[in-house]
């Protein structure tokens, strides 16, 4: 009997230990549960996150494909602009010219007509020699006009640097696509 009620006194303790490593079990089960309601919440987050990098990465690839549009647009403008100015300038430097050469001829003619009617009076020829100078310096001063005009006047400084500063702009989101691609990679390998 002895036996017996040792039997059960180890029994109870075997029960009991049970009981414990059984609390234990359930504690850890419990504990694994949350960690796992952890992961899956962060893996959803990492899913969104990555959702939005494509959407992210999509509409900077969209942006820069219009932004590579635009400046071909614009360079092309721009040299039809080129063109159309030196065109324009050398229209306008033929016009001067044959102008003055109109002019000068006018002047001439009628410089010569008014010396020959009035080379007796001194006084008409003092007024004729007068419009004669202020003919010569509007023709020093048309000259002086026609030598300024510079082909440098005409250039579209301005469009240049549009267009360099559009290109920077163009490699900085160059650099950041590549960066957000290697960011993507990166996550994908990771998982």
Wanted: proline share 0%; charged share 35%.
């Amino acid at each position: 009997m002895l036996n017996k009620f040792k039997e059960l006194s180890d029994s109870k303790l075997l029960i009991e230990d049970l009981g414990k490593n059984l609390d234990e079990q359930k504690n850890a089960v419990a504990a694994l549960q949350e960690s796992i309601g952890q992961l899956q919440q962060e893996t959803q987050t990492m899913k969104e996150a990555v959702k939005t990098l494509a959407q992210v990465s999509q509409e900077t690839n969209q942006e820069l494909q219009n932004a590579i549009t635009t400046a071909r647009d614009l360079h092309v403008e721009l040299k039809e602009d080129v063109l159309n100015v030196r065109v324009l300038r050398g229209q306008m430097q033929n016009r001067v010219v044959e102008r003055l050469d109109e002019e000068l001829l006018a002047i001439a003619d009628q410089t010569k007509e008014r010396l020959q009617s009035f080379s007796a009076v001194s006084e008409d020829a003092d007024h004729f020699s007068r419009r004669f100078d202020a003919a010569a310096k509007e023709i020093l001063r048309f000259n002086d006009i026609a030598q300024r005009i510079k082909e440098k006047d005409f250039e579209l400084n301005g469009y240049a640097r549009e267009l360099q500063r559009r290109e920077k702009e163009k490699i900085e989101l160059i650099r950041k696509v590549d960066s957000l691609e290697r960011l993507a990679a990166s996550l994908r390998r990771k998982r």
